[in-house]
């Protein structure tokens, strides 16, 4: 086993890391920009090393500065988190390169799926079902619009070189397709360095329903259930839960099959998840797998009892999985809340500043991930998620009640945050009968622009 980590990340996921090496008896190292010198993860930490000054661009995405940082300190192994350099095959092939392990899945296997449409040709030779869409990247609008005539619109252009919401466009018609490929062109290029697109069908009104999977590196693979992933504005999800309402135990047998199929089709070893479409008819249909843990890995933890993050430095230690398929049980219901520093009352507008109380309730069932302490300086530099709160209880109403309960106890100044929304959606008649489709935010629950909620 690994006797020193360096954690490539900032924020709650750094923390999280941190957390679950020092179960494990691994020191760590801690990197932080110039604007991070005070960061709690950086606290929490054995050691740590600056990396450079305070945009991300020249810290946590300088993976220079990184490997150098894990080299001087001695780490033989290197967590990259979530986002930032976590899917960069370029970055997991350098770490090997310097004689470290890269704690994810290999350079290959980051790259076959990180390349959105080449995995839709892998995973359909390999029986999971697809989204109907086009076989490769497409060439040009003539190409897309020669494809959406196939397909019926509306479609989607989304970027082969990568996933989450950045140069995705839904086109209803011939005469969009021109403006909405060029503009998810460059979008994707700016952003992947790479501004391939790819066409699919547009699926409206379905559930977006994603599945866990861990794998070692000795072939073995399990899937760890679904999380019901809808709620999202502009791409970004806001709640999470599992399990997923509409997910009967055959079907979450069966997607659950397909989501291991996926991963070995991959060559794919540590925590991956597989995301899907999932019609009223109990019809899935895959969509893209990330290379990486998510944000909502939680909702998982609490449901399984499987502590994801420290599987993950098992299983890249070369360990053997310790579970079996068999004895992975789902107990309960659990929701995910994201705690965005960004004013729920008007449009999520960043809500930059200082901390001056950060309090939540505590209990049975309540947990609380965050990279920020009363005092914590939340800027702009950064993705505006400081925590996430987790509820578990026996039933979803239960759970529904425990997080309303946890969120009004919470008491926060200093900077807004999108607790407010979180307590109008909690409080939703249709939320609370679990109707719940991609389109939900948009037709129940719209984000308030401006003015008192
Ligand atoms: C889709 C889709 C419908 N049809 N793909 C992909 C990235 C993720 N952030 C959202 N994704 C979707 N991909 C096809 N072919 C629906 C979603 C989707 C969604 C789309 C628009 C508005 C909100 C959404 C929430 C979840 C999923």
Not at 7 to 33: D, F, K, P
Not at 272 to 300: K, W
């Amino acid at each position: 086993m690994f006797e020193k980590i360096l954690v490539a990340n900032r924020g709650e996921i750094a923390c999280r890391v941190i957390q679950a090496c020092r179960e494990l008896g691994i020191a760590t190292v801690a990197v932080y920009s110039d604007a991070d010198a005070d960061a709690l993860h950086v606290r929490m930490a054995d050691e740590a090393i600056c990396i450079g000054a305070a945009p991300n661009s020249s810290s946590y995405l300088n993976a220079a500065n990184i490997l150098s940082a894990a080299v001087v300190t001695g780490a033989e192994a290197i967590h990259p988190g979530y986002g930032n350099l976590s899917e960069d095959a370029n970055f997991a092939e350098a770490a090997e390169g310097c004689k470290m392990t890269f704690i994810g899945p290999s350079a290959e296997a980051i790259s076959r799926v990180g390349d959105k449409a080449a995995a839709r040709k892998t995973m359909r030779d390999a029986g999971v079902p697809v989204v109907p869409g086009s076989e490769d990247g497409i060439r040009d609008a003539d190409d897309a619009r020669q494809i959406a005539g196939e397909l019926g619109y509306p479609v989607m252009v989304k970027a082969s070189g990568g996933g989450g919401g950045r140069g995705i466009r839904i086109i209803h018609n011939d005469q969009q397709m021109k403006e909405a490929v060029s503009q998810a062109s460059s979008e994707a290029r700016s952003a992947f360095g790479n501004g391939e697109l790819y066409v699919e069908k547009y699926m409206e009104d379905l559930r977006h329903v994603e599945v866990q999977v861990l794998a070692d590196k000795h072939g073995n693979c399990v899937h760890l259930g679904e999380r019901e992933c809808s709620i999202q504005h502009r791409h970004q999800k806001l709640l999470e839960e599992s399990p997923c309402a509409a997910v009967s135990s055959s079907l979450r047998r069966r997607m659950g099959e397909a989501a291991v199929r996926a991963a070995q089709a991959a060559n794919y070893s540590n925590a991956g998840t597989v995301e899907f479409l999932l019609d009223q008819r109990g019809r899935f249909y895959f969509i893209e797998m990330n290379a990486r843990v998510q944000v909502e890995h939680p909702v998982t933890e609490m449901l399984t009892g499987v502590d994801i993050v420290r599987e993950q430095i098992r299983v890249a230690a070369g360990e053997k999985l310790r579970y079996e398929q068999g004895g992975i049980w789902f107990n309960g219901h659990a929701i995910e809340c994201r705690i965005l520093a960004a004013d729920g009352e008007r449009g999520f507008m960043p809500s930059p500043g200082t901390i001056t109380r950060w309090e939540f309730p505590s209990g049975p069932g309540v947990r609380v991930d965050t990279g920020v302490a009363c005092g914590s300086v939340v800027s702009t530099h950064y993705d505006p998620m400081i925590a996430k709160v987790i509820c578990w209880d026996q039933t979803r109403d239960l759970c529904i009640e425990r997080m309303r309960a946890t969120l009004q106890g919470a008491r926060i100044e200093g900077i807004k945050t999108t607790i407010p929304y979180h307590l109008m959606l909690l409080g939703n008649a249709y939320f609370r009968r679990g109707e719940i489709t991609t389109q939900f935010i948009q037709r129940r629950l719209p984000i308030p622009t401006g003015g008192a909620l």
